[in-house]
């Protein structure tokens, strides 16, 4: 049983999903973020645990106590900046006993796998501008549990959830830092132009130093975190007309914490911002956070702890002392120098070492002065340095990017066919064919760069899907199944644009893992050494769909074929209609009809069956 078990796990009932679906997702996620505002908080990704939460179910039928029709907690709040690309809705009830109902639904949840969700509470109003909800119930609409993806139990994460009134700005802001709106207003502050393009170099490169005349806000900043790291903050006028400033703050010692989970970084944590100043007050708008990595930055796009502590609690300036106070989040998983304390930040005097944005470049250029001195050269038409230009990577792509196991052949004029990817390939790692299994763009990913994945294609045909048109043409070069892995990141370091150089900023071969491919979630696939799976041979594949189909033909047993928790970001669907029609027909007999595949690398196969009852008369297929 359980090698028939493995065989229907592995083929029949793994379906493929969409390769698109859960990028897509993240795409629209991060473009959210790369332009959040401090009116317009994230509620469901202030805690990198959760990742995204949603809320809702409408309250239960039943008698409706008196409402308190002068409540301003009263009506209904709309937040549209969640992670996952959700809207939330919450509808306030407050009784004349001052008893309150709140109902909060949730279009997309990622702890409900990407469905609707629902929370419903009964909590107190404290004072005249804190409500406080002890026990939220929180339910999938589906049906389904909902899983906090880490950290402790989700129904403990939204214990005391609580919700504070600004009345001046008739906005909402929760436990986590997100804001509410009132069904119908408008934000009237313009969002900044922020980061909603991919870095550029041109924009935050060069130095930042402190300067006689620098007063108020300008100039750098030092402070010392709780662990004893070094912490600089530079603030200098942006160049453009926006009344903005450009922030830089760099952070020694940091674990750097992302979508994947925590990276321990081999240099500073670094955030590039957009800053506006009203009074003594700068709130830190459009940001984006990076952590060094053996592949090259990281940028923390998963991650919203920081960004939320960041924007919502503005650093002050204190003309007394001259000092800067901020930010004073405590948000889970923040730096520990946000962890409910007001870092104060102290000028760094006239003639101290500026400080700037590290340099991210490995190959052809290992420096910020080797760079600027290639741009220049590549400027002038030195063909030694014009290859360096990549116009195939400075254009966004047609279609958004993948980060899945995924192949992109037929796109070798596009990104794939950049002059700097292919002298990397042969000229440092020695390759002669490799396949891109996976990239992120920065226009839809938010990166520093182009973040690709690579295979070494071995000499000759795959033995194990020699007519696959993806695969059929790429051998493995270690043993039958695993490849030779590297991730990288290419990146323009001086100048952005048609006419700005890129160099590889980082690479580092993946390792194996003990775990078999055919056990992994899909993002694994890309984060570990590739490996192909052995797929079963169709006899094989058709004798257990023949005994997992008698099983529901009799009416018990095919539960023991199912696998749930295959796909990494939501559980396996149930199988519909498992043994009788939706009108309770029992099945009577099956036909398997046609089989394609193996699909490489998972050993995918996609079958058609047919299921029977009432003599024929009901066909489910």
């Not at 313009?190 to 041109?202: I, K, Q, V």
């Not at 926006?242 to 990276?263: M, N, Q, V």
């Not at 944005?357 to 080797?370: A, D, I």
């Not at 099956?590 to 069956?609: D, K, L, N, Q």
Request: glycine residues 12%; proline residues 9%.
């Amino acid at each position: 049983m359980s090698e028939t078990k493995e065989l229907l796990r592995r083929g029949v009932d793994g379906f493929e999903p969409t390769p698109d679906a859960f990028e897509r997702l993240l795409a629209r996620r991060d473009r959210k973020q790369r332009n959040q505002r401090v009116a317009a908080g994230v509620f469901g990704i202030a805690v990198f645990a959760l990742a995204a939460i949603g809320f809702g179910r409408l309250l239960g039928s039943g008698s409706t106590p008196a409402v308190d029709p002068d409540s301003p907690f009263l009506g209904t709040w709309i937040s549209t900046s969640d992670a996952d690309g959700g809207t939330q809705t919450m509808t306030v009830r407050v009784s004349a006993d001052g008893v309150v109902q709140i109902v909060v639904t949730d279009d997309i949840a990622t702890v409900c796998s990407g469905t609707p969700s629902t929370m419903t509470g009964t909590g107190r109003i404290e004072g005249t501008t804190r409500l406080v909800i002890p026990a939220p119930e929180y339910t999938c609409d589906d049906g389904s549990e909902p899983q906090a993806v880490s950290g402790p139990p989700l129904q403990e994460q939204l214990r005391n959830l609580t919700f504070v009134l600004d009345a001046g700005t008739e906005t909402l802001t929760d436990t986590f830092g997100g804001v509410w709106l009132r069904e119908g207003a408008e934000d009237g502050v313009e969002p900044l132009e922020g980061l909603d393009a991919p870095w550029d170099p041109s924009r935050f490169g060069g130095t930042w130093e402190s300067t006689p005349a620098d007063t108020g806000f300008l100039g750098t900043w030092e402070s010392t975190d709780i662990d004893g790291s070094s912490l600089l903050l530079g603030i200098r006028v942006s160049e453009d007309a926006s009344d903005t400033f450009e922030i830089l703050l760099l952070d020694g010692a940091e674990t750097c914490p992302s979508f994947y989970g925590p990276i321990p970084p081999d240099g500073p944590i670094t955030m590039i911002g957009v800053g506006r100043v009203e009074g003594r007050e700068m709130a830190i708008d459009s940001q984006t956070w990076f952590c060094e990595a053996a592949g090259g930055p990281d940028v923390v796009t998963g991650d919203a702890s920081l960004q939320i502590a960041a924007a919502h609690t503005p650093l002050v300036h204190d003309p007394e002392t001259d000092t800067l106070v901020g930010p004073t989040g405590r948000p889970p998983g923040a730096p520990s120098w946000m962890q409910g304390r007001g870092v104060v930040w102290h000028r760094r005097p006239p003639g101290s070492d500026p400080i700037g944005v590290p340099f991210w470049g490995v190959w052809p250029q290992s420096s910020l002065e080797e760079a600027e001195e290639a741009q220049r050269r590549a400027d002038a038409g030195d063909p030694a340095f014009t290859w360096q230009l990549a116009p195939e990577l400075a254009a966004p792509p047609e279609g958004e990017t993948f980060q899945f196991p995924y192949v992109f052949p037929e796109e070798p004029a596009a990104a794939n066919g950049a002059e700097i990817l292919a002298r990397f390939s042969r000229d440092v790692l020695g390759w002669e064919r490799y396949v891109t299994v996976a990239r992120r763009d920065p226009w839809n990913s938010g990166e520093a760069g182009w973040t690709f994945v690579w295979i070494r294609c071995g000499p000759g045909t795959n033995p194990l899907y020699p007519d696959d048109p993806n695969g059929g043409d790429c051998p493995p070069a270690i043993g039958d199944t695993h490849y030779q892995t590297v991730s990288l990141m290419v990146t323009q370091p001086v100048g952005s644009g048609p006419t700005g150089i890129w160099v590889v900023a980082g690479w580092t071969e993946l390792a194996p893992s003990e775990e078999p491919a055919s056990d992994l979630r899909y993002h694994e696939w890309v984060s570990r050494q590739y490996e192909q799976v052995a797929p079963p041979t169709e006899a094989e594949l058709v004798e257990a769909l023949a005994a997992f189909l008698s099983a529901r033909v009799a009416g018990e047993g095919a539960e023991a074929y199912l696998t749930e928790d295959y796909y990494w970001w939501r559980p396996r669907p149930r199988v519909p209609l498992l043994y009788a029609t939706t009108e309770g027909h029992r099945y009577e007999r099956f036909e398997i009809g046609s089989v394609e595949g193996p699909r490489w690398p998972a050993g995918v196969y996609t079958v058609t069956v047919r299921l029977f009852a009432r003599g024929g008369e009901d066909v489910v297929e």
